[in-house]
């Protein structure tokens, strides 16, 4: 089996590796960049705990193949905190509680990161409906809806 | 035991339990840095996959493996004949017991596959391709018998047989022939024909539930290696790593001392992970290849081959006066237990009336073996599906009556006193206060509008105490770490630095707690019952405790005063001793001068908690129901729970939060769906539908304190309750919105829109 040669820019650094052709960015990710923060949960794009955001776009990394990633920029949760310094949106989902079990809280983050970087004053129902792709089984999103609402009004702030 | 709320200011003097910090575990969950089961590797590691039953129900007539052994690349490849043949035994994990023999024939099918999806044979390779490979070599040869799954279908006596060697239990006489009828329990009191010959109104109806999953987001994981010198290490995600390391040994005939397992975070249980599937085969498959193998389940072998709980048919029949005064119930619960004995009806059975004070009543339980996966332990098991039908069944009484189904249940709540159902007599219980909770909430005089019903429903949890461990030690800069057993599936390690910081006097933030492999920390029973934040709580305080009384006598040592003038207060010693004019000595002083008194400040605490205090909830749901489609938005929902004390309220409300989401789903969506020939044919996310974010209101927690005196800060069990009443809640209001009892769970659109159709 033939590997491809595979250049793309993950969370703002050149990154390489070699993938088989059936093998998932998910995959690539995990088991050759050692970037495990983004699970697989379903592995047919139904519960988002893989979410990515290539070129600025939203993606299950579990539907895209790992030799499509070639000359993207690809951004995981590994990539959203400022060194030290958490992003508010982790921050504002640990004040306000909105993980408990946690698994799906990286594809949760990555996904409300892709939100408002679209727009930036969701309505609580806009808000929902964008992450009805990220499947959490342990708070009935209350808590997260709230703590992305937050984030947002904060995120508005610091642009202000 | 000293125990807080003896005093009445208890409360008022709290300073960290009660308060919401952030939990410290919480950085490494929102940066991708914790690691959960199939996050974690080892050099040379293999990967272990499952060859699974394509047939419901077969006779396996051969299992030929030479193939697959020949590919290269492969390592191991295991069948039953690779497991001990065990003796039927029973074994207590925390959440009910289990039979060792049936745990291992589930892991791994012997003679006979049970459902689609048993697995019947797994390999260890060098790759996932080859392992794939690998398994389409295997040859095996089945004679397909015939399957039954409905639950009644297979309580018939012609129905086809899962086991010749299960005769009923529980019934007077044992039987003459095998059946699928497990065991028949029976909870009664009272004279049942009197009750309801005194009678002014009497309802009966029978209702429905479906198979559905626990559905956590992280399918099972591990990584097993045995070792040259028989010693094995296990890393898997799990409600218990305690469980895991005496399941593994049983099923593979070792000594559990010989297993070490690391708990993995978790990525959602709700009892779906208080069992094995992989790790024995894991473990096994390493034993064979002289290597480390990894295994990770796909999302559709979590729904065929693990939880899910059972479907039901529930009967009941209530009768009471014209003041509404229950006089009688009889309840028959009928659960599917999946392919070997053991579904949740004896909980099912023990709930069901537990919210009520009704004089003559009769609950019969059966348990049921059926060609669908083994059922596991999801939230308050057995609960919701009694519930459903006994809080249907009360909501239809308060319509015959013409009163108001709150105050129909305050009539008959259970109060301090009365004899429950189940058996006990309730002490500190805070289930009117429930009630009265949501009865003064301005959501039960909310206007509604056209299409729009109003549902009420409630809900009982025992909750449990058990075994368990908890040790603290205090570092040389005066921090604390508190070690304990028990997997931190919701945010269980910042209760218990809370807890361990309120008695330490320390800010929480110098607390560090951590789950400890089954080498490194004393026996705990696994993460279930609700037990975690009473049971290793109560060990995490009194070893806390036993540190204050050690630190007290050393300050007395230092000052060279009486122990008994020494206090601690607020993180300090405090000398009582007024002759003495001594500044106080903070931990972190008594700390750095340890090796003068005595050494190393720790204690370790093991024990079995008694006084769990059970738990009530009172929920009421909003729906919208849309003619047309027959489509149902919940609109509001609100819930009431006493949890006695909480000890971090954001995450008792996320628990609420996350029960009542569960019980929606189970209400209105979710469901097994089986073909003709018993193989699931919903098994994706896609396809089997938990609720997303869009689908689901707000839903607003009420939490209600009514203090559990048998622990040292009021603590009840908390994540099962929630679970309880939303299935009804929800009936009860598309009933309210409709006009018609909807009886068959899920409401899904087709049903409502036929019941729409036929009014």
Same mark, same amino acid.
């Given at each position: 089996m033939t590997r491809t040669h595979v250049s793309a820019t993950v969370n703002g650094d050149p990154a390489e590796f070699l993938s088989d052709p059936g093998t998932t960015l998910l995959d690539a990710l995990r088991d050759e960049l050692g970037l495990t923060g983004a699970k697989e949960g379903c592995g047919s794009g139904d519960c988002g705990a893989c979410s990515v955001i290539v070129d600025?776009? &939203?993606?299950?990394?579990? @539907?895209?193949? /790992? #030799?499509?990633?070639? %000359?993207?920029?690809?951004?995981?949760?590994?990539?959203?905190?400022?060194?030290?310094?958490?992003?508010? &949106?982790?921050?504002?989902? @640990?004040?306000? /509680? #909105?993980?408990?079990? %946690?698994?799906?809280?990286p594809g949760m983050l990555v996904a409300t990161k892709a939100l408002l970087d679209a727009n930036p004053d969701p309505t609580e129902s806009e808000t929902r409906y964008w992450l009805a792709g990220n499947l959490c089984r342990c708070t009935g999103y209350d808590k997260v809806i709230r703590a992305v609402m937050d984030a947002a009004a904060e995120l508005r702030q610091v642009r202000v | 035991m000293t125990d807080v709320l003896d005093r009445p200011d208890a409360k008022a003097g709290l300073k960290v339990v009660g308060t919401r910090p952030v939990r410290p575990d919480g950085a490494d969950k929102v940066t991708g840095r914790a690691a959960f089961g199939a996050d974690f590797a080892m050099p040379g590691m293999l990967v272990g996959k499952i060859k699974r039953s394509p047939h419901a129900h077969a006779r396996i007539v051969s299992i030929d493996t030479k193939k697959a052994r020949a590919l290269i690349g492969v390592k191991a490849v295991v069948t039953a004949a690779d497991f001990p043949d065990l003796?039927?035994?029973?074994?207590?994990?925390?959440?009910?017991?289990?039979?060792?023999?049936?745990?291992?024939?589930?892991?791994?099918?012997?003679?006979?596959?049970?459902?689609?999806g048993h697995a019947v044979a797994a390999v260890a390779a060098t790759s996932t391709a080859i392992a794939d490979q690998a398994l389409d070599l295997i040859e095996v040869k089945y004679e397909v018998l015939p399957h039954v799954i409905d639950v009644e279908a297979a309580m018939a006596p012609d129905a086809p047989l899962l086991h010749a060697h299960l005769f009923t239990e529980g019934l007077e006489a044992r039987p003459d022939k095998p059946s699928n009828i497990a065991s028949r329990n029976q909870l009664a009191r009272g004279d049942l024909d009197a009750g309801f010959l005194v009678a002014d109104v009497i309802v009966e109806g029978r209702y429905t539930t479906a198979a559905v999953h626990q559905g956590y987001i992280e399918p099972h994981a591990c990584v097993a290696a045995f070792g040259a010198d028989g010693q094995c290490q296990v890393w898997s995600s799990s409600q218990g790593q305690f469980m895991v390391r005496t399941y593994c040994a049983?099923?593979?005939?070792?000594?559990?001392?010989?297993?070490?397992?690391?708990?993995?975070?978790?990525?959602?249980?709700?009892?779906?992970?208080?069992?094995?599937?992989?790790?024995?085969?894991?473990?096994?498959?390493?034993?064979?290849?002289?290597?480390?193998?990894?295994?990770?389940?796909?999302?559709?072998?979590?729904?065929?081959?693990?939880?899910?709980?059972?479907?039901?048919?529930?009967?009941?029949?209530?009768?009471?006066?014209?003041?509404?005064?229950?006089?009688?119930?009889?309840?028959?619960?009928?659960?599917?237990?999946?392919?070997?004995?053991?579904?949740?009806?004896?909980?099912?059975?023990?709930?069901?009336?537990?919210?009520?004070?009704?004089?003559?009543?009769?609950?019969?339980?059966?348990d049921v073996v059926t060609n669908s996966p083994k059922v596991a332990a999801y939230r308050a098991p057995g609960a919701p599906i009694s519930a459903f039908g006994v809080e249907s069944a009360i909501d239809e009484l308060a319509l015959k009556l013409g009163m108001?189904?709150?105050?129909?249940?305050?009539?008959?709540?259970?109060?301090?006193?009365?004899?429950?159902?189940?058996?006990?007599?309730?002490?500190?219980?805070?289930?009117?206060?429930?009630?009265?909770?949501?009865?003064?909430?301005?959501?039960?005089?909310?206007?509604?509008?056209?299409?729009?019903?109003?549902?009420?429903?409630?809900?009982?949890?025992?909750?449990?105490?058990?075994?368990?461990?908890?040790?603290?030690?205090?570092?040389?800069?005066?921090?604390?770490?508190?070690?304990?057993?028990?997997?931190?599936?919701?945010?269980s390690r910042v209760s218990m630095a809370m807890m361990a910081a309120e008695v330490l006097g320390l800010p929480v933030e110098k607390v560090r707690p951590i789950v400890a492999d089954t080498a490194s920390i004393g026996f705990s029973m696994l993460t279930g019952g609700s037990r975690t934040t009473f049971a290793t709580g109560m060990a995490v305080t009194q070893a806390a405790q036993k540190i204050v009384a050690d630190l007290e006598r050393r300050a007395a040592q230092i000052w060279e005063v009486a122990a008994d003038n020494v206090d601690w207060l607020d993180g300090a010693a405090v000398c009582l001793d007024a002759a003495k004019a001594v500044p106080d000595l903070t931990l972190a002083s008594l700390a750095a001068q340890s090796a003068r008194t005595g050494g190393p400040i720790g204690a370790q605490v093991s024990l079995t908690a008694q006084g769990a205090g059970p738990g009530f909830g009172a929920h009421i749901c909003d729906v919208e129901v849309d003619p047309e489609t027959g489509h149902v938005t919940v609109l509001r929902y609100t819930a009431a729970q006493d949890v006695g004390r909480a000890i971090h309220p954001a995450y008792v409300e996320g628990q609420i939060q996350g029960g009542v989401a569960q019980g929606i789903g189970w209400a209105l969506n979710e469901e097994y769906v089986f073909d003709r020939d018993g193989r699931m044919e919903n098994a994706g996310f896609l396809d089997y539908r938990v609720p997303v974010a869009s689908d689901l209101p707000?839903?607003?927690?009420?939490?209600?304190?009514?203090?559990?005196?048998?622990?040292?800060?009021?603590?009840?069990?908390?994540?099962?309750?929630?679970?309880?009443?939303?299935?009804?809640?929800?009936?009860?209001?598309?009933?309210?919105?409709?006009?018609?009892r909807m009886t068959d769970l899920p409401l899904s659109p087709p049903k409502i829109r036929a019941a729409i159709d036929a009014r």
């Open positions: 600025g776009r &939203l993606v299950c990394a579990c @539907l895209m193949l /790992a #030799a499509e990633a070639e %000359g993207r920029r690809i951004e995981t949760i590994e990539g959203m905190a400022d060194g030290s310094t958490l992003h508010p &949106l982790q921050r504002q989902f @640990l004040e306000h /509680a #909105a993980l408990q079990c %946690g698994f799906c809280t | 003796a039927s035994e029973e074994y207590e994990a925390g959440e009910g017991a289990a039979n060792m023999r049936d745990l291992s024939l589930n892991c791994m099918a012997r003679e006979k596959v049970l459902y689609d049983k099923v593979l005939g070792l000594e559990s001392s010989d297993i070490r397992v690391t708990p993995a975070e978790i990525g959602g249980g709700f009892g779906g992970k208080t069992t094995v599937y992989l790790e024995p085969l894991a473990l096994a498959l390493s034993r064979q290849a002289g290597a480390p193998v990894k295994m990770v389940m796909t999302r559709e072998e979590v729904f065929r081959a693990t939880g899910p709980t059972s479907g039901a048919v529930i009967e009941v029949k209530l009768a009471a006066k014209a003041d509404g005064t229950l006089v009688a119930a009889d309840v028959v619960l009928k659960y599917q237990a999946g392919a070997f004995p053991g579904s949740p009806v004896g909980p099912g059975s023990m709930t069901a009336l537990a919210c009520y004070d009704v004089p003559n009543f009769r609950v019969t339980g059966f108001d189904p709150i105050a129909l249940r305050m009539k008959n709540a259970v109060r301090d006193g009365v004899k429950a159902a189940y058996g006990p007599t309730f002490r500190y219980i805070g289930y009117v206060e429930t009630l009265e909770a949501i009865q003064n909430h301005p959501h039960y005089r909310a206007p509604l509008g056209p299409n729009q019903g109003r549902g009420v429903a409630v809900g009982f949890w025992f909750n449990v105490g058990g075994e368990s461990t908890a040790a603290v030690n205090i570092g040389e800069d005066g921090t604390a770490t508190v070690i304990t057993g028990n997997p931190d599936i919701g945010g707000m839903i607003e927690p009420i939490i209600v304190e009514v203090a559990n005196p048998r622990h040292p800060f009021g603590a009840k069990g908390v994540g099962e309750v929630p679970i309880v009443p939303p299935l009804a809640a929800v009936a009860n209001a598309v009933r309210a919105a409709i006009g018609v």
